[in-house]
């Protein structure tokens, strides 16, 4: 189970990878950023990318699920009566 700590950890980088997205272009980090810098993003990103679209996957199921209509006929009105 995560703790506060890990849990913290991820929104942070969460927002600092947003926040870096819109600041620079990928062309412009390919560009600036240093060795050590690309290297590690080239060596982790196929793992973290695998694990953040299962995420993702996971909470857009779940998010898609409390927004879909209900399908009972018990709360399926029509209308018309009188």
């Known amino acids: 189970m995560a703790d506060e700590q890990i ?3 991820f929104s942070t980088a969460v927002f ?3 926040h870096t997205a ?7 980090a390919d560009s600036t ?14 793992e973290i ?3 953040a679209e299962a995420f993702y996957q996971r ?3 779940e998010r898609r699920h409390m927004a879909s209509p209900v399908e009972d006929e018990e709360y399926d009105e029509i209308g018309g009566g009188g």
Do not use: C, H, Q, Y
């Open 7 to 9: 849990e913290f950890g």
């Open 49 to 51: 990318r695998g694990w």
């Open 22 to 28: 819109e600041k620079i272009t990928p062309s412009d």
């Open 33 to 46: 950023f240093g060795e050590t810098t690309k290297e590690n993003f080239w060596r982790m990103w196929p």
């Open 16 to 18: 600092v990878l947003d």
């Open 59 to 61: 909470i857009d199921d």
